[in-house]
């Protein structure tokens, strides 16, 4: 990655919208409980400095491309992954 696009382009990224409703007119934000492990390390990673896996993206909106997935889901997801007894299929 040139240190051009880290430095003069933002990223394209495709952030979440948790207020999203789908086909089935499910409000996603009411998939899981208030107070669900996910919500607070949604939290705890949303206050850290992930400015190193957004630099990451190659794709801009000056230049196009595929938008990335939001690296604060990715990290949520792989965390909540990792919670012991909320294993899916454990």
Same mark, same amino acid.
């Given at each position: 990655?040139?240190? +051009?696009?880290? @430095?003069?382009? /933002?990223?394209?990224?495709?952030?979440?919208?948790?207020? /999203?409703?789908?086909?089935?007119?499910?409000?996603?934000?009411?998939? @899981?409980? +208030? =107070?669900?492990?996910?919500?607070?390390?949604?939290?705890? @990673?949303?206050?850290? =400095?992930?400015?190193?896996?957004?630099?990451? @993206?190659?794709?801009?909106?000056?230049?196009?491309?595929?938008?990335?997935? =939001?690296?604060?889901?990715?990290?949520?997801?792989?965390?909540?992954?990792? /919670?012991?007894? =909320?294993?899916?299929?454990?």
């Amino acid at each position: 990655m040139s240190d +051009e696009n880290t @430095i003069s382009k /933002q990223p394209l990224i495709r952030y979440v919208n948790r207020r /999203q409703m789908s086909w089935r007119a499910v409000e996603v934000e009411r998939l @899981i409980d +208030e =107070d669900h492990t996910a919500r607070a390390i949604w939290t705890l @990673i949303g206050r850290m =400095d992930l400015s190193r896996f957004y630099q990451g @993206i190659e794709s801009s909106v000056e230049e196009g491309g595929r938008p990335a997935f =939001d690296p604060q889901l990715l990290i949520s997801l792989w965390g909540v992954r990792l /919670q012991p007894g =909320d294993w899916i299929g454990a």
